[in-house]
């Protein structure tokens, strides 16, 4: 069990981690490329529509040319999931899965795949019509393309149980990778938001694993070279196009990259994690509202590769108050019924505060609808704890729908003695 301290932010919102922009496709691509010495100047020459070689879709894809449809699928999966940016934290990851979404849409579609093998991306911009510049700007936002495939996760921009189980298969054993941030509801009472408290949740969340010791490698067994890329964890290939042929290094489609082939642990299936619960008591701060989002750092999903944890969100919601306070910011609000003759004459009322019951002067002559304030009997302000707004009790008067004959009387009495008055006033102005 560990304590945390935490920061917060009031918010209804899930902000952080689904920013993404779908707007340009284009932009440097993780590959190196090489013109050939002669054909470059040719390539110049000739060429006004393309000045940019681009990675090859197969490399991107990491699948062979005589690759099938389910193969590509397959690849694509995989790598998607893989560099997605809200799981892969680095650098260049979000541009890797645009290739790789963008590889995906065109291999997978006989038309333009056809058109690509035998002419490249020249090919494409040519046959797809209006796609000039060098910018592709004819995909789909490669986000769409992840959703219909995985299905949208969970609400709030991707984050959430869905992801947590959808990622964790192969992959990303190349570098240390920053954890997964998580989630967590808690449902508060009310006079818990309103003061703080120290809660204990069960977290769950991805743990290294205790067999491999978070490498992914399956014990007893060690890595060996990767025989495709010799270690280095880059190929070098050469692409025919109708502008020359290109050299381009890429990725080893073999190790991914890394080098490096090893038999994937048989408890976390090479992830190096595993998913557990943990105990966690968190300390509530005194102000927190619905929709106010707390964050403890580092008691999210372990990286990968020894990666940093990401971050624990907890997410607050408040069950209304049993005598019926309602909360408004730091204000809290309730009612108090009063009879006319309380109204008229003054009374003291006992009203239920978040301190507990206090006695309320309710002055004479009291008009129904009077909104009287008691000072500081209200909500701490987050993060100011010696701050404290007000409570507002509104007051609503009662007229009795029946009286008895007595009571009937002494109205009329009453009802007298203001005709009297008010004559007498009357007596006086007028002329
Ligand atoms: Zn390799
Ligand atoms: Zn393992």
């Known amino acids: 069990m560990a304590s945390c301290s935490t920061s917060y932010a009031s918010s209804s919102s899930w902000s952080g981690l689904s920013s993404r922009q779908s707007s340009a496709m284009g932009g440097s691509f993780a590959g190196a490329f090489h013109l050939h010495g002669s054909r470059r100047a040719q390539a110049q020459r000739r060429a006004s529509h393309v000045v940019r070689a681009d990675v090859d879709y197969y490399s991107v894809l990491g699948v062979d040319k005589s690759a099938d449809k389910k193969a590509i699928k397959q690849a694509y999966r995989q790598k998607a999931r893989k560099y997605h940016p809200d799981v892969n934290k680095d ?38 019509g209006g796609m000039g510049g060098s910018d592709m700007g004819g995909f789909n936002n490669p986000f769409d393309l992840f959703e ?113 082939e090893s ?87 006992k009203v239920t505060t978040v301190d507990g019951p206090v006695d309320l002067r309710i002055p004479a002559g009291t008009q129904p609808g009077t909104t009287l304030v008691m000072g500081k009997r209200g909500v701490p302000r987050l993060g100011q704890d010696s701050v404290r707004g007000d409570h507002q009790v509104h007051v609503r008067v009662t007229i009795p729908q029946r009286l008895s004959k007595e009571e009937t009387k002494l109205v009329e009495e009453l009802r007298q003695l203001q005709d009297n008055k008010s004559s007498k006033r009357s007596g006086i102005f007028s002329f």
């Open 91 to 128: 650098p260049g990851a979000e541009e890797t899965f645009k290739q790789i979404s963008n590889a995906y849409e065109v291999l997978s579609d006989d038309q333009k795949k056809s058109l690509y093998d035998r002419y490249g991306e020249a090919g494409l911009k040519n046959g797809m």
């Open 148 to 260: 219909q495939f995985f299905g949208s996760a969970g609400g709030r921009g991707g984050f959430g149980g869905g992801f947590g189980s959808g990622f964790g298969g192969a992959g990303g054993r190349s570098r240390a990778q920053q954890g997964e941030d998580e989630k967590y509801e808690l449902k508060l009472d009310f006079l818990d938001a309103v003061f703080g408290a120290n809660k204990e949740i069960d977290v769950s969340r991805l743990e290294s694993c205790g067999p491999c010791t978070g490498s992914g490698i399956k014990s007893g067994t060690s890595a060996t070279t990767c025989g495709t890329c010799g270690g280095s964890g880059q190929v070098v290939q050469a692409v025919r196009t109708p502008l020359g042929v290109f050299q381009q290094v890429m990725q080893c489609p073999t190790c991914d990259g890394v080098g490096e």
């Open 263 to 349: 038999t994937p642990c048989n408890t976390c299936g090479g992830d190096g994690r595993v998913r557990n619960s943990k105990k966690i008591s968190l300390r509530v701060p005194a102000g927190v509202d619905a929709g106010s989002r707390l964050r403890v750092r580092g008691e999210g999903n372990v990286g990968r590769k020894g990666g940093e944890p990401g971050d624990l969100y907890v997410f607050i919601s408040v069950k209304p108050h049993p005598a019926g306070l309602r909360r408004e910011g730091t204000t809290i609000h309730s009612e108090v019924e009063i009879s006319f003759v309380d109204a008229i004459l003054g009374t003291t009322s």
